[in-house]
């Protein structure tokens, strides 16, 4: 696919030692978006922006939130070229939680051995280094490349991904022809994302005393009976679509349950409201307007049937009061499931870039969250391929870690990646 020559060229002028410095640099920047801390993304992309145009790039700083700014990286190729290849890494992280139950210092980028521990080491600031590096090295060795490198570091993956949609709502997004998202899968071709629908369910019952419940109205059996319905959905969603090979199966998952949703709670108060914040997660073959309708429907059937059966009790025992409960759902976020076919050209360069620098034939999978990738893919309709270094079962775990020489691996394959997308004119 690429010239043998042009191939050790680029190899040869990417640095390891540059990418491990880089990842380490980055981790010891604490970028967790904390505004009572006083943290946010701010500072690392201020070094990642100060740190590209040492290199020579074209650099552009955007604010897309109070201190949380985008970076954009470019590499320009020859005139002419009709391709633009977009790197996508994030610079904000997760809280690292308590210090202290870690074994090294969150943010000290401790390496023992071949790993690197450290919040962001894994997702994704690793992988954030490995693509700069890369970069980099393309620029150093001077091949020349049919179209544009653009390096997307963005603010607030972990979050609402305000990021990514600003980058798309000033127009970034337009002149990108492909996209490789730079997470941590295990040396993986993800080609496929589950999508995500997140819903707030709030039951407005009446605040009574515990001990004369029947004075007011408890939330907690409508609470029970979106819990199951929940159950069911997810129960009916895996027997008729069954298990996505890359994505596994769908879920309606209750992530957060709260009565009251603000204020202490006491155990002799029955609470006035309850809220139950809930995590769908989609494979490709599932119509969001469908499970949308779906939770909507549940809502009012659980007014109706709650309602109905307070009202039979409150009969046997002459009970006078309204018994239906005030039950609503509101959206949260909606975003589609991702695929992108394995013959696409992005595909096809980082299958070829896998092999030619480890050997072996590359392994498919799918991302079994969400990332900036998803809203590139649905608001644009562009090509994603996500992979990188790291144990995909790691991010957001205490003593959080990257294998250096695997990241080492993935820089390599980022480069010829690009050099494969971009390495010769496009009939």
Not at 85 to 97: A, K
Request: net charge negative.
């Amino acid at each position: 696919m690429v010239p043998p020559d042009l191939v050790d060229k680029v190899l040869g002028a990417l640095d390891p030692a540059g990418v491990v410095d880089l990842a380490a640099a980055l981790v010891r920047i604490n970028s967790v978006f904390d505004p009572e801390a006083g943290t946010s993304e701010q500072e690392a992309a201020e070094f990642v922006a100060r740190w590209a145009e040492r290199q020579g790039f074209a650099v552009a700083v955007e604010e897309a939130a109070p201190r949380r700014p985008n970076v954009l990286v470019t590499l320009a190729g020859s005139p002419g070229g009709d391709r633009t290849l977009m790197f996508e890494g994030h610079t904000d992280v997760v809280t690292p939680g308590d210090p202290a139950a870690w074994t090294h210092p969150p943010f000290s980028a401790a390496i023992v051995g071949r790993r690197m521990f450290g919040r962001g080491t894994n997702d994704t600031k690793g992988n954030l280094a490995a693509m700069l590096c890369a970069m980099a090295a393309i620029r150093r060795a001077g091949v020349p490349l049919h179209g544009d490198i653009l390096g997307g570091v963005l603010c607030d993956e972990e979050g609402a991904m305000t990021g990514v949609q600003d980058f798309i709502r000033r127009g970034h997004a337009d002149r990108v022809s492909a996209a490789v998202i730079c997470e941590p899968q295990d040396g993986l071709l993800c080609t496929s994302q589950k999508g995500a629908v997140r819903a707030r369910f709030t039951v407005t019952g009446r605040m009574c005393h515990g001990a004369m419940p029947l004075s007011g109205l408890n939330p907690a059996p409508a609470v029970a009976e979106i819990l199951r319905g929940l159950e069911e959905l997810e129960e009916e969603a895996c027997r008729t679509l069954g298990r996505d090979p890359d994505l596994n199966w769908p879920s309606f998952t209750p992530t957060v349950i709260q009565a009251p949703p603000e204020g202490p709670a006491q155990l002799n108060v029955v609470p006035g409201r309850a809220v139950v914040l809930v995590d769908v997660r989609t494979i490709p073959r599932q119509s969001h307007p469908a499970i949308v309708e779906r939770l909507r429907r549940l809502a009012e059937e659980t007014r109706r049937r709650v309602g109905q059966a307070t009202r039979e009790r409150d009969r046997r025992r002459g009970v006078t009061r309204d018994p239906e409960p005030g039950v609503a759902v509101e959206i949260l976020s909606d975003r589609p499931c991702t695929q992108t076919d394995r013959g696409d050209p992005v595909v096809r360069a980082a299958a070829w870039a896998t092999r030619a620098v480890t050997g072996r034939e590359p392994a498919y999978g799918g991302v079994p969250g969400a990332t900036d990738g998803t809203f590139l893919a649905a608001w644009k309709g562009i090509p994603i391929v996500t992979l990188g270094a790291g144990d995909r079962e790691v991010p957001h775990q205490v003593d959080e870690w990257v294998d250096l020489d695997q990241l080492v691996e993935t820089a390599r394959i980022y480069a010829l990646t690009a050099l494969a997308y971009l390495g010769s004119p496009q009939p």
